[in-house]
């Protein structure tokens, strides 16, 4: 059982999160596609209530979103295995478009006994960045891989990561970081880590 699991869904998200600029659905259908093809996501579907055997793949499409809110799959990752992952689509009325793709702690957990109940219990900070350097500069390079495709504004690494956005920095990065920063500069992503 992977997808019916239940603890594999628990505990939160460790999230790539993209800025992807205004609300466009051609270009938002662009770093959708870019990013489950950087990723390399193995299936797409619109349920966890149902193993992929068990369910029809659906389209890598925003017309998804909109229909399952969530597209869902399975990824395999630097830390050694492979897991279940998830996207969606946050989109503000006369606003930006963001695009999260998203890696449930439980699975994780599951996967590296050191991710214990992090954020929130053992496997906590600082000793976390040890594991999370990995996890993390994986999740940069996908990034980068989507920003040749689309250059988004901001891309924000870590758990649950919808805390500001790339006006609100304006270029400049916190010194003391809980997620990692992906930033545009001179046509080139610059990704700063999380120090904390």
Known sequence: MVFTDRENWNGGFYELSLEVGDRDDDRLQLALTALWGAAAVTGCYGSRDREPADQIEIPVTVASFEEFGHLRGIVRLPL????????????????????????????LAALDNRIGGFPFGPGSEPQALVWRASLDTWLAGVADQVFRQVDFRLGLIGFEVDCTNAAELDGVVPEQRWNGYLLPADGQLRYTPANH
């Open 80 to 107: 050694g295995g492979s897991v279940v992952c998830g996207c969606f689509s946050t989109r503000y009325d006369d606003g930006e478009d963001w695009l999260t793709f998203y890696l449930p702690l439980g699975a």
